[in-house]
Nanobody
Framework: QVRMVESGGGLVQAGGSLRLSCVAT????????MAWSRQAPGKEREFVAA???????YYLDDVRGRFTISRDNAKNTVYLQMDNLKTDDTAVYYC??????????????????WGQGTQVTVSS
């Protein structure tokens, strides 16, 4: 069952911006914490940002001040606005949702559902 679909990835030069979107099914999104993670080649997947049902946000230190996570509860959509991109941000970005909690979490194992990912490539 496809519960969420990411879009918005692409190729951008360092210093540029991209906006990722993740549209989820209502049961996956409503009153659930949502997150973005990423996985670069040869590296483990890492937490990037999360948002709870009340719009409280949490960030990886490396992206705080450059990335902004938000959600539109009427559209079942979570966004990741990425500004001042660096080559180290190159990765596949995944949208995740919690099974039974409206809270956000820094821990990826707390998210039961993940999308198929969208590639972000930042060139120098």
């Amino acid at each position: 069952q496809v519960r969420m679909v990411e879009s918005g990835g692409g190729l951008v030069q360092a210093g540029g911006s991209l906006r990722l979107s993740c549209v989820a099914t209502p049961e996956t999104f409503t009153r659930k914490g949502m997150a973005w993670s990423r996985q670069a080649p040869g590296k483990e997947r890492e937490f990037v940002a999360a948002i709870d049902w009340s719009h409280n946000t949490y960030y990886l230190d490396d992206v705080r001040g450059r990335f902004t996570i938000s959600r539109d509860n009427a559209k079942n959509t979570v966004y990741l606005q990425m500004d001042n991109l660096k080559t180290d941000d190159t990765a596949v970005y995944y949208c995740g949702g919690r099974r039974d909690s409206a809270d956000a979490s820094y821990y990826l194992f707390n998210y039961a559902y993940w999308g198929q990912g969208t590639q972000v490539t930042v060139s120098s």
